[in-house]
């Protein structure tokens, strides 16, 4: 989840977030990063290399409460970040 919040917060602090320039390297990086996942908790290279992640990557997403949990930490952490940008916007208008 610290990478989501890494990756979102990087956007947050673009100019033209959504611009394919900007999206195109996060959803590529989110798909790498299941990939990961995928790898460390389901083959035997992964389990070998990290046994404790054996069958994880299907747990967060099968339990509610392991996803409510993942929402509820990555709102938490961004609401903090979009309450610091509309204090800003607020405050500090821009020219036109």
Request: net charge positive.
């Amino acid at each position: 989840m610290i990478v989501l919040v890494v990756m979102l917060r990087l956007l947050l602090d673009l100019q033209r977030p959504w611009a394919l320039t900007a999206l195109l390297p996060t959803i590529v990086a989110a798909m790498t990063l299941v990939v990961i996942l995928a790898i460390l908790g389901y083959t035997g290279v992964g389990l070998d290399f990290q046994p404790n992640m054996a069958n994880i990557p299907g747990k967060m997403f099968m339990r509610s409460d392991a996803q409510l949990s993942m929402i509820t930490s990555v709102v938490a952490t961004l609401s903090v970040d979009i309450f610091e940008k509309v204090i800003i916007f607020a405050a500090c208008p821009k020219r036109l």
